[in-house]
């Protein structure tokens, strides 16, 4: 079975650029979350999302959003880039019930200079 | 709110030593869910073991057990016989039923010395 896997791995923006980021869940997972991991704040949770709904956000501003498609495909946007946005996106999917265990996809590296 | 610590950045132990990486948690909640996920050199997280807080049984993975202490709120990982590949960052995570949303602490960079 196919792991997590997010696009592209790597990113350079410049500051007030936007980008988008992707993410394939594992086959049969309905659930996407989105995490912003930087040296020292460990895992940040920006939302989650389930069967095309979100269902709970992180307190990030409203420069990131995200959304989910009908196969369970994510996406998260970022608008108007700053350097603290510089960071590694994580994904995780599940079968979106508690306690399921979330896989993670290898992360995609954003760079904002 | 709910807080997840872990006050230990970084650890070392002996190969085949055990070792214990700490983390405490806050919540006013009785019904959540812990966990205890690895991340390697290559990044990609995995998780290594979960507690169901209602549980008083504490969770054995192999080599991987979990302290559950719910009235002191601490959730601590002890890595027994530590081999070169449990080199990695640890971190320790909570999630409240319900909310699909789970938070995690700072990690532990656990560094393992042949």
């Known amino acids: 079975k196919a792991g997590v896997t997010q696009t592209p791995r790597y990113l350079i923006k410049t500051r007030g650029q936007q980008v988008t980021l992707s993410c394939s869940p594992i086959?049969?997972?309905?659930?996407v979350s989105w995490y912003q991991q930087t040296p020292g704040q460990g895992l940040q949770f920006l939302f989650e999302?389930?069967?095309?709904?979100?269902?709970n956000k992180g307190n990030f501003p409203g420069r990131f959003s995200g959304r989910q498609f009908s196969n369970s495909r994510s996406e998260m946007n970022v608008s108007t880039l700053e350097l603290g946005d510089s960071a590694l996106y994580l994904c995780?999917?599940?079968?979106?019930?508690?306690?399921?265990?979330?896989?993670f996809g290898p992360g995609t590296r954003l760079t904002v200079t | 709110a709910q807080t997840v610590t872990q006050s230990q950045p970084e650890m070392s132990v002996q190969e085949a030593e055990t070792v214990t990486l700490s983390c405490t948690y806050d919540t006013s909640e009785s019904d959540y869910y812990l966990f205890w996920y690895k991340q390697p050199p290559s990044r990609q997280m995995i998780l290594v073991i979960r507690?169901?807080?209602?549980?008083?049984q504490n969770a054995t993975e192999n080599r991987f057990s979990v302290n559950f202490q719910k009235a002191a709120k601490s959730f601590s990982l002890k890595i027994s016989d530590s081999q070169l590949g449990d080199a990695a960052m640890y971190f320790c995570?909570?999630?409240?039923?319900?909310?699909?949303?789970?938070?995690f602490g700072t990690g532990t960079r656990l560094k393992v010395l042949a």
């Open positions: 507690q169901e807080a209602y549980k008083q």
């Open positions: 999302y389930f069967s095309e709904t979100q269902r």
């Open positions: 995570a909570y999630g409240t039923s319900g909310t699909y949303k789970y938070i």
């Open positions: 995780a999917s599940s079968f979106g019930h508690d306690l399921y265990e979330q896989y």
């Open positions: 086959s049969g997972h309905r659930s």
